[in-house]
Protein backbone atom coordinates (compact mmCIF):
# COMPACT_ATOMS: atom_id res chain seq x y z
CA UNK A 1 0.00 0.00 0.00
CA UNK A 2 1.23 3.56 -0.86
CA UNK A 3 2.20 5.68 2.17
CA UNK A 4 0.01 8.94 2.14
CA UNK A 5 1.79 11.90 3.37
CA UNK A 6 -0.72 13.66 6.19
CA UNK A 7 -2.10 17.07 5.50
CA UNK A 8 0.32 18.65 7.72
CA UNK A 9 3.65 16.64 6.23
CA UNK A 10 2.19 17.67 3.00
CA UNK A 11 2.43 21.24 4.25
CA UNK A 12 6.14 20.67 5.81
CA UNK A 13 7.25 18.79 2.95
CA UNK A 14 6.69 21.78 0.21
CA UNK A 15 7.71 24.36 2.81
CA UNK A 16 11.58 22.21 2.75
CA UNK A 17 11.51 21.97 -0.88
CA UNK A 18 10.64 25.61 -1.77
CA UNK A 19 13.09 26.88 1.11
CA UNK A 20 15.96 24.08 -0.15
CA UNK A 21 15.08 25.28 -3.84
CA UNK A 22 15.38 21.66 -4.70
CA UNK A 23 14.50 20.65 -7.95
CA UNK A 24 10.80 19.02 -9.37
CA UNK A 25 10.18 17.01 -12.02
CA UNK A 26 6.58 17.36 -13.87
CA UNK A 27 6.47 14.74 -16.48
CA UNK A 28 3.19 14.62 -19.23
CA UNK A 29 2.95 12.44 -22.36
CA UNK A 30 6.13 12.51 -24.30
CA UNK A 31 7.48 15.36 -22.41
CA UNK A 32 9.17 16.68 -19.02
CA UNK A 33 9.96 19.70 -17.59
CA UNK A 34 12.45 20.62 -14.15
CA UNK A 35 11.66 23.53 -12.06
CA UNK A 36 11.91 25.04 -8.75
CA UNK A 37 8.87 25.56 -6.07
CA UNK A 38 8.35 29.31 -5.91
CA UNK A 39 5.06 29.00 -3.89
CA UNK A 40 1.85 27.05 -2.90
CA UNK A 41 -1.58 27.17 -1.10
CA UNK A 42 -3.76 24.73 -0.09
CA UNK A 43 -5.31 23.97 -3.97
CA UNK A 44 -2.13 24.77 -6.33
CA UNK A 45 1.64 25.20 -6.62
CA UNK A 46 3.40 27.21 -8.41
CA UNK A 47 6.46 26.30 -10.33
CA UNK A 48 9.32 28.55 -12.27
CA UNK A 49 11.04 26.93 -15.44
CA UNK A 50 12.85 27.80 -18.42
CA UNK A 51 9.85 29.27 -20.97
CA UNK A 52 10.85 26.85 -24.05
CA UNK A 53 10.36 23.92 -21.24
CA UNK A 54 7.25 25.10 -20.09
CA UNK A 55 5.39 26.01 -22.95
CA UNK A 56 5.41 22.24 -24.22
CA UNK A 57 2.54 22.03 -21.52
CA UNK A 58 -1.15 23.31 -22.02
CA UNK A 59 -3.99 23.89 -19.61
CA UNK A 60 -5.63 20.82 -18.01
CA UNK A 61 -2.28 18.64 -19.32
CA UNK A 62 -2.47 16.02 -16.50
CA UNK A 63 0.60 15.40 -15.30
CA UNK A 64 2.56 13.21 -12.58
CA UNK A 65 4.90 15.46 -10.47
CA UNK A 66 7.83 14.23 -8.17
CA UNK A 67 9.81 15.84 -5.60
CA UNK A 68 12.38 15.02 -2.88
CA UNK A 69 12.84 16.40 0.85
CA UNK A 70 15.31 14.78 3.09
CA UNK A 71 16.24 12.19 0.52
CA UNK A 72 12.62 10.90 0.49
CA UNK A 73 10.97 10.80 -2.98
CA UNK A 74 7.34 12.09 -2.98
CA UNK A 75 5.61 12.25 -5.83
CA UNK A 76 1.33 13.23 -6.81
CA UNK A 77 -0.80 13.66 -10.15
CA UNK A 78 -2.32 16.74 -10.91
CA UNK A 79 -3.24 18.97 -13.94
CA UNK A 80 -2.05 22.13 -15.43
CA UNK A 81 -4.10 25.27 -14.29
CA UNK A 82 -2.15 27.51 -16.48
CA UNK A 83 1.04 28.15 -17.91
CA UNK A 84 2.14 31.47 -18.50
CA UNK A 85 6.37 31.97 -19.73
CA UNK A 86 8.29 29.97 -17.25
CA UNK A 87 5.45 29.45 -14.24
CA UNK A 88 3.25 26.09 -14.03
CA UNK A 89 0.91 26.16 -11.95
CA UNK A 90 -0.69 22.87 -11.14
CA UNK A 91 -3.26 21.87 -9.12
CA UNK A 92 -2.33 20.04 -5.81
CA UNK A 93 -4.25 16.83 -4.38
CA UNK A 94 -5.19 15.67 -0.59
CA UNK A 95 -2.34 13.36 -0.47
CA UNK A 96 0.69 13.11 -1.50
CA UNK A 97 2.36 9.64 -2.10
CA UNK A 98 6.22 9.07 0.00
CA UNK A 99 8.62 6.83 -1.00
CA UNK A 100 6.87 5.38 -4.64
CA UNK A 101 7.70 1.75 -5.51
CA UNK A 102 6.37 1.46 -8.82
CA UNK A 103 8.82 -0.44 -11.07
CA UNK A 104 8.15 2.42 -13.90
CA UNK A 105 6.90 6.61 -13.69
CA UNK A 106 3.34 6.39 -14.56
CA UNK A 107 2.30 9.02 -17.49
CA UNK A 108 -1.35 9.87 -18.44
CA UNK A 109 -1.23 8.18 -22.01
CA UNK A 110 -0.96 9.96 -25.16
CA UNK A 111 -4.05 11.75 -26.60
CA UNK A 112 -4.15 9.69 -30.01
CA UNK A 113 -2.72 6.78 -28.14
CA UNK A 114 -5.33 3.39 -28.80
CA UNK A 115 -4.93 0.44 -26.88
CA UNK A 116 -6.86 -2.95 -27.07
CA UNK A 117 -6.36 -6.35 -26.03
CA UNK A 118 -7.77 -9.85 -25.91
CA UNK A 119 -8.41 -12.63 -23.57
CA UNK A 120 -6.57 -16.30 -24.46
CA UNK A 121 -9.85 -17.60 -24.76
CA UNK A 122 -10.89 -15.63 -27.86
CA UNK A 123 -11.15 -18.48 -30.11
CA UNK A 124 -13.11 -21.10 -28.24
CA UNK A 125 -16.39 -22.13 -28.10
CA UNK A 126 -17.72 -24.12 -25.42
CA UNK A 127 -21.28 -25.31 -25.53
CA UNK A 128 -21.38 -24.81 -21.63
CA UNK A 129 -22.26 -21.95 -19.16
CA UNK A 130 -20.63 -18.95 -18.84
CA UNK A 131 -20.24 -17.16 -15.04
CA UNK A 132 -19.68 -13.82 -14.59
CA UNK A 133 -16.17 -13.95 -13.47
CA UNK A 134 -12.83 -14.96 -16.21
CA UNK A 135 -9.89 -16.82 -14.47
CA UNK A 136 -6.84 -17.88 -16.21
CA UNK A 137 -5.98 -21.32 -16.30
CA UNK A 138 -2.86 -22.39 -14.88
CA UNK A 139 -1.27 -25.07 -12.72
CA UNK A 140 -1.49 -24.01 -9.45
CA UNK A 141 0.56 -24.20 -6.35
CA UNK A 142 0.12 -28.15 -5.30
CA UNK A 143 -0.25 -28.95 -1.28
CA UNK A 144 -2.74 -31.97 -1.52
CA UNK A 145 -0.43 -34.60 -3.71
CA UNK A 146 -2.49 -35.16 -6.96
CA UNK A 147 -1.11 -36.89 -9.67
CA UNK A 148 -0.43 -34.96 -12.39
CA UNK A 149 1.14 -36.59 -14.48
CA UNK A 150 -1.86 -37.77 -16.49
CA UNK A 151 -5.63 -37.59 -16.76
CA UNK A 152 -6.27 -41.22 -15.96
CA UNK A 153 -3.49 -41.23 -12.68
CA UNK A 154 -5.41 -37.45 -11.58
CA UNK A 155 -8.90 -38.54 -11.81
CA UNK A 156 -7.14 -41.86 -9.73
CA UNK A 157 -5.82 -39.99 -7.23
CA UNK A 158 -8.49 -37.88 -6.79
CA UNK A 159 -11.13 -40.83 -6.11
CA UNK A 160 -8.68 -42.49 -3.80
CA UNK A 161 -8.27 -39.46 -1.95
CA UNK A 162 -11.66 -38.92 -0.96
CA UNK A 163 -13.26 -42.11 -0.90
CA UNK A 164 -12.27 -41.64 2.86
CA UNK A 165 -13.21 -38.24 3.49
CA UNK A 166 -16.43 -37.92 1.96
CA UNK A 167 -19.75 -40.40 2.06
CA UNK A 168 -20.00 -39.44 -1.72
CA UNK A 169 -17.28 -37.54 -4.46
CA UNK A 170 -17.76 -36.92 -7.57
CA UNK A 171 -17.09 -34.96 -11.36
CA UNK A 172 -20.00 -33.95 -13.18
CA UNK A 173 -19.54 -32.60 -16.44
CA UNK A 174 -21.41 -29.94 -18.19
CA UNK A 175 -22.58 -30.19 -21.84
CA UNK A 176 -24.59 -29.59 -25.11
CA UNK A 177 -27.07 -32.44 -23.71
CA UNK A 178 -26.07 -31.37 -20.10
CA UNK A 179 -26.99 -28.11 -18.39
CA UNK A 180 -27.58 -27.12 -15.14
CA UNK A 181 -30.34 -27.91 -13.52
CA UNK A 182 -30.84 -27.92 -9.85
CA UNK A 183 -30.48 -24.65 -7.91
CA UNK A 184 -27.08 -25.29 -6.66
CA UNK A 185 -25.68 -25.83 -9.99
CA UNK A 186 -27.16 -22.55 -11.47
CA UNK A 187 -26.14 -20.56 -8.59
CA UNK A 188 -22.20 -22.38 -8.93
CA UNK A 189 -22.75 -21.65 -13.07
CA UNK A 190 -23.07 -18.13 -12.78
CA UNK A 191 -21.11 -16.84 -10.05
CA UNK A 192 -18.47 -19.59 -10.91
CA UNK A 193 -17.38 -19.90 -7.56
CA UNK A 194 -17.76 -22.87 -4.42
CA UNK A 195 -20.71 -23.43 -3.00
CA UNK A 196 -19.85 -24.56 0.50
CA UNK A 197 -23.25 -25.73 2.59
CA UNK A 198 -21.44 -26.80 6.34
CA UNK A 199 -24.66 -27.57 7.51
CA UNK A 200 -27.81 -28.38 5.69
CA UNK A 201 -29.70 -26.44 9.04
CA UNK A 202 -26.90 -23.53 8.77
CA UNK A 203 -26.62 -20.64 6.30
CA UNK A 204 -24.27 -19.86 4.17
CA UNK A 205 -20.90 -17.87 4.59
CA UNK A 206 -21.19 -14.30 5.17
CA UNK A 207 -17.96 -12.98 4.80
CA UNK A 208 -15.17 -14.82 1.52
CA UNK A 209 -12.22 -15.69 3.24
CA UNK A 210 -10.13 -15.82 -0.04
CA UNK A 211 -8.77 -13.00 -1.56
CA UNK A 212 -9.35 -13.66 -5.02
CA UNK A 213 -12.84 -14.87 -4.24
CA UNK A 214 -13.74 -18.10 -4.02
CA UNK A 215 -17.13 -18.74 -2.01
CA UNK A 216 -20.36 -18.30 -2.77
CA UNK A 217 -21.81 -15.69 0.21
CA UNK A 218 -25.33 -15.81 1.67
CA UNK A 219 -25.80 -12.50 0.25
CA UNK A 220 -24.80 -14.12 -3.11
CA UNK A 221 -27.18 -16.69 -3.31
CA UNK A 222 -30.14 -14.31 -2.12
CA UNK A 223 -28.86 -11.73 -5.28
CA UNK A 224 -29.09 -15.01 -7.55
CA UNK A 225 -32.22 -15.98 -6.26
CA UNK A 226 -34.13 -12.27 -6.58
CA UNK A 227 -36.88 -10.66 -5.13
CA UNK A 228 -38.95 -13.66 -5.84
CA UNK A 229 -37.29 -14.71 -2.50
CA UNK A 230 -40.07 -12.50 -0.95
CA UNK A 231 -43.19 -14.00 -2.64
CA UNK A 232 -42.16 -17.43 -3.38
CA UNK A 233 -39.67 -18.47 -0.58
CA UNK A 234 -36.07 -19.45 -1.22
CA UNK A 235 -35.88 -22.39 -3.74
CA UNK A 236 -32.38 -23.07 -1.83
CA UNK A 237 -33.72 -22.97 1.55
CA UNK A 238 -36.44 -25.69 0.11
CA UNK A 239 -33.78 -27.53 -1.58
CA UNK A 240 -31.37 -28.04 1.62
CA UNK A 241 -34.66 -28.80 3.76
CA UNK A 242 -34.75 -31.63 0.85
CA UNK A 243 -31.54 -32.41 1.72
CA UNK A 244 -31.67 -32.89 5.12
CA UNK A 245 -34.76 -34.87 5.59
CA UNK A 246 -32.91 -36.91 3.16
CA UNK A 247 -29.79 -37.32 5.72
CA UNK A 248 -27.59 -35.17 3.74
CA UNK A 249 -25.27 -33.21 6.59
CA UNK A 250 -22.81 -31.07 4.38
CA UNK A 251 -22.10 -30.44 0.82
CA UNK A 252 -20.03 -28.98 -1.23
CA UNK A 253 -20.17 -27.72 -4.97
CA UNK A 254 -16.96 -26.41 -6.44
CA UNK A 255 -17.21 -25.64 -10.54
CA UNK A 256 -14.44 -26.33 -13.01
CA UNK A 257 -13.51 -23.10 -14.57
CA UNK A 258 -12.14 -22.95 -18.07
CA UNK A 259 -11.69 -19.33 -18.57
CA UNK A 260 -15.08 -17.75 -17.94
CA UNK A 261 -16.60 -21.45 -18.66
CA UNK A 262 -18.52 -23.43 -16.08
CA UNK A 263 -17.37 -27.44 -17.84
CA UNK A 264 -18.71 -28.69 -14.63
CA UNK A 265 -18.53 -29.25 -11.29
CA UNK A 266 -16.37 -31.15 -8.60
CA UNK A 267 -19.28 -32.82 -5.71
CA UNK A 268 -18.44 -33.49 -2.59
CA UNK A 269 -21.03 -34.63 0.71
CA UNK A 270 -20.72 -36.02 3.68
CA UNK A 271 -24.70 -38.49 5.38
CA UNK A 272 -25.01 -40.00 8.41
CA UNK A 273 -22.60 -42.45 7.50
CA UNK A 274 -19.66 -39.93 8.13
CA UNK A 275 -21.41 -36.93 10.00
CA UNK A 276 -18.79 -34.65 9.38
CA UNK A 277 -19.15 -30.98 8.71
CA UNK A 278 -17.12 -30.16 5.27
CA UNK A 279 -15.67 -26.36 5.83
CA UNK A 280 -12.39 -24.40 3.87
CA UNK A 281 -10.04 -27.28 3.97
CA UNK A 282 -12.60 -29.36 1.64
CA UNK A 283 -13.01 -26.11 -0.38
CA UNK A 284 -8.91 -25.99 -1.01
CA UNK A 285 -9.32 -29.75 -1.54
CA UNK A 286 -12.04 -29.71 -4.93
CA UNK A 287 -10.24 -26.17 -5.51
CA UNK A 288 -7.19 -27.50 -6.24
CA UNK A 289 -8.20 -30.56 -8.23
CA UNK A 290 -10.59 -28.63 -10.62
CA UNK A 291 -7.54 -26.32 -10.91
CA UNK A 292 -5.31 -29.10 -12.02
CA UNK A 293 -8.10 -30.72 -13.99
CA UNK A 294 -9.10 -27.79 -15.91
CA UNK A 295 -5.36 -27.19 -17.16
CA UNK A 296 -4.53 -30.88 -17.74
CA UNK A 297 -7.86 -30.36 -20.43
CA UNK A 298 -6.29 -27.53 -21.62
CA UNK A 299 -3.32 -28.85 -21.86
CA UNK A 300 -4.47 -32.21 -24.10
CA UNK A 301 -6.71 -29.64 -26.55
CA UNK A 302 -10.36 -31.22 -24.81
CA UNK A 303 -12.01 -27.86 -26.15
CA UNK A 304 -10.36 -27.27 -29.80
CA UNK A 305 -10.06 -24.01 -31.20
CA UNK A 306 -12.39 -22.47 -33.92
CA UNK A 307 -10.34 -21.46 -36.91
CA UNK A 308 -12.97 -19.55 -38.59
CA UNK A 309 -13.46 -17.21 -35.30
CA UNK A 310 -11.69 -13.66 -35.71
CA UNK A 311 -13.00 -12.21 -31.97
CA UNK A 312 -13.52 -7.91 -31.78
CA UNK A 313 -10.79 -6.29 -29.41
CA UNK A 314 -11.95 -4.79 -26.04
CA UNK A 315 -10.85 -1.59 -25.92
CA UNK A 316 -10.75 0.12 -22.61
CA UNK A 317 -10.14 3.55 -21.38
CA UNK A 318 -6.57 4.03 -20.43
CA UNK A 319 -6.47 6.14 -16.87
CA UNK A 320 -2.46 5.67 -17.14
CA UNK A 321 0.68 3.87 -18.89
CA UNK A 322 4.22 3.06 -17.47
CA UNK A 323 6.49 1.35 -19.45
CA UNK A 324 5.52 -1.29 -16.87
CA UNK A 325 1.94 -1.66 -16.76
CA UNK A 326 -1.24 0.20 -17.35
CA UNK A 327 -4.29 1.47 -15.13
CA UNK A 328 -7.56 0.33 -17.56
CA UNK A 329 -11.17 1.21 -17.24
CA UNK A 330 -14.17 -0.93 -18.93
CA UNK A 331 -17.71 0.16 -18.35
CA UNK A 332 -19.86 -1.83 -16.29
CA UNK A 333 -22.65 -1.94 -18.84
CA UNK A 334 -21.12 -3.35 -21.86
CA UNK A 335 -18.43 -5.28 -20.11
CA UNK A 336 -19.81 -8.23 -18.51
CA UNK A 337 -17.25 -10.19 -17.44
CA UNK A 338 -14.89 -9.52 -14.67
CA UNK A 339 -11.32 -10.25 -14.85
CA UNK A 340 -10.14 -11.93 -11.70
CA UNK A 341 -6.67 -11.26 -10.48
CA UNK A 342 -3.76 -13.08 -12.84
CA UNK A 343 -5.79 -12.93 -15.52
CA UNK A 344 -3.43 -12.76 -18.83
CA UNK A 345 -4.40 -10.14 -21.72
CA UNK A 346 -3.01 -9.82 -25.30
CA UNK A 347 -2.42 -6.21 -25.67
CA UNK A 348 -1.80 -3.80 -28.82
CA UNK A 349 -0.37 -0.52 -28.12
CA UNK A 350 -0.93 2.01 -31.33
CA UNK A 351 -0.54 5.74 -31.93
CA UNK A 352 -3.44 7.35 -34.27
CA UNK A 353 -0.76 8.99 -36.71
CA UNK A 354 0.41 5.57 -37.62
CA UNK A 355 3.78 4.08 -36.37
CA UNK A 356 5.21 0.81 -35.28
CA UNK A 357 2.08 -1.10 -32.88
CA UNK A 358 3.87 -2.80 -29.80
CA UNK A 359 2.36 -5.64 -28.58
CA UNK A 360 2.23 -7.07 -25.22
CA UNK A 361 1.31 -9.63 -22.81
CA UNK A 362 -0.05 -7.98 -19.38
CA UNK A 363 -1.74 -9.88 -16.44
CA UNK A 364 -4.17 -8.57 -14.05
CA UNK A 365 -2.71 -7.43 -10.64
CA UNK A 366 -5.42 -5.99 -8.86
CA UNK A 367 -8.88 -4.90 -9.84
CA UNK A 368 -11.25 -2.26 -7.90
CA UNK A 369 -14.89 -0.60 -9.02
CA UNK A 370 -16.96 2.25 -8.63
CA UNK A 371 -20.75 2.60 -9.92
CA UNK A 372 -20.12 2.55 -13.66
CA UNK A 373 -16.45 1.23 -13.67
CA UNK A 374 -14.53 -2.15 -13.34
CA UNK A 375 -11.05 -0.96 -13.11
CA UNK A 376 -7.50 -3.20 -14.04
CA UNK A 377 -4.25 -2.80 -13.38
CA UNK A 378 -2.48 -4.67 -15.67
CA UNK A 379 1.84 -5.36 -15.25
CA UNK A 380 3.36 -6.39 -18.42
CA UNK A 381 5.15 -10.01 -18.18
CA UNK A 382 8.01 -11.53 -21.03
CA UNK A 383 8.09 -7.80 -22.67
CA UNK A 384 10.74 -7.71 -25.62
CA UNK A 385 13.55 -5.02 -25.68
CA UNK A 386 12.30 -3.71 -28.81
CA UNK A 387 8.91 -3.65 -27.39
CA UNK A 388 9.65 -1.84 -24.19
CA UNK A 389 12.11 1.17 -26.17
CA UNK A 390 9.37 1.58 -28.23
CA UNK A 391 6.70 2.15 -25.69
CA UNK A 392 9.28 4.24 -23.79
CA UNK A 393 9.76 6.53 -26.59
CA UNK A 394 6.07 7.17 -27.07
CA UNK A 395 5.76 7.72 -22.96
CA UNK A 396 8.77 9.63 -21.86
CA UNK A 397 10.53 12.56 -23.12
CA UNK A 398 13.31 11.75 -25.65
CA UNK A 399 13.25 7.88 -23.84
CA UNK A 400 15.38 9.36 -21.32
CA UNK A 401 16.08 6.68 -18.95
CA UNK A 402 15.62 8.92 -15.99
CA UNK A 403 11.70 8.77 -16.83
CA UNK A 404 11.76 5.21 -17.78
CA UNK A 405 13.58 3.91 -14.74
CA UNK A 406 11.10 2.47 -11.53
CA UNK A 407 10.08 5.20 -9.22
CA UNK A 408 12.45 4.74 -6.39
CA UNK A 409 15.27 5.32 -8.55
CA UNK A 410 14.27 8.40 -9.80
CA UNK A 411 16.96 11.01 -9.65
CA UNK A 412 15.90 14.76 -8.43
Same mark, same amino acid.
Given at each position: ??? %? ?8 ? %????? +? ?20 ? @? ?45 ? !???? %? ?77 ? !? ?75 ? !? ?29 ? @? ?28 DSRPDPYKPQVVDLSAGGCLLSMPKSSFKVKLKSGAVLDILICREGGGR???? +? ?7 ? @???? #? ?22 ? @? ?7 ? #? ?5
Amino acid at each position: MPK %LATFIEKEFI %LNQVQ +KSGSRVVVIGSGKSVDGRLKAF @DKETLSLSATASAAEAFKSWDPVSVFLSYQSQRVTFPGKVKRVAGGE !IVIG %LPESLVKAPQRKAVRVPPPKDLRLEFYLQNERIRIDCPESEEYSELEMPALSVGFDTESINGLLASFRDKAQPMFSKSG !ILMFNKGRKPETIEERLIAETGRTLLMTSASSPLPAVDPYPEGRIVTQAMADAFEGPSIFIEGSAFERSRAEKAAAG !IVSELYCPILYYQYVVGYIYLMNDSSKKTCL @DYRSVDFAWEFSRILAYSLKANNYFKLSEDSRPDPYKPQVVDLSAGGCLLSMPKSSFKVKLKSGAVLDILICREGGGRCVAM +KGRVARRFD @DREN #EYYGVAFINAEQDACCELRRSLYA @DDSSRFACD #EASLEL
